[in-house]
């Protein structure tokens, strides 16, 4: 079995992302947001195509600016729909419009989008499912997990043995701090 800390190391786009990002914590919103994005547009793509089109997504949407895209509304819509730099799916533009407004919502009842993941840590991994189903939309088991762990919140980002593995504990994910 094949695992991203095998693949990842010394490829141009998966690799910075594997050494530098995946499974370190998080800690402002529009990072979050930004994950958040990214998991929902990779269902049914590759990760590859997500990370190759992820500055056309930072424009698209104007630097993940929540507030911004939580006001989005049918001209912001059609011209994400037109957009070929990023993946054009109606349902999965929806949902990030939608759920910049979930997040807004959550910043003025918990301080920050991180904060509502605090309050709510440490739940199990199907806990964090019917968590996010509750919440957002376009959240399944898979986007709901990749998102956590890549965030730090759920373990499983690496390998125990993997090289970046070490640096993420001493970063102090909120899995290990439970």
Not at 65 to 76: K, M, Q, T
Not at 137 to 166: K, W
Request: aromatic share 12%; with cysteine; net charge negative.
């Amino acid at each position: 079995m094949a695992y991203y800390c095998d693949l990842a190391p010394g490829h141009p786009y998966h690799g910075p992302y594997h050494d530098h990002e995946y499974g370190f914590p998080v800690d402002n919103d529009t990072d979050l947001f930004q994950r958040l994005v990214l998991e929902i547009n990779q269902a049914g793509l590759s990760w590859l195509t997500v990370l190759k089109k992820r500055e056309a997504f930072r424009t698209a949407f104007e630097g993940f600016d929540i507030d911004r895209v939580a006001g989005y509304g049918e001209s912001e819509r059609a011209r994400l729909l037109s957009d070929a730099g990023i993946i054009r799916n109606r349902l999965k533009v929806a949902a990030v419009i939608h759920n910049a407004g979930v997040i807004r919502g959550l910043q003025a009842e918990h301080g920050s989008f991180g904060h509502w993941l605090d309050h709510h840590h440490p739940l199990s991994h199907a806990d964090w499912i019917r968590l996010f189903k509750r919440t957002f939309r376009f959240t399944g088991p898979e986007i709901t997990g990749e998102f956590l762990m890549s965030t730090g919140y759920l373990p499983g980002a690496h390998r125990d043995d993997c090289h970046v593995q070490a640096r993420i504990l001493a970063a102090g994910p909120a899995w290990a701090t439970s």
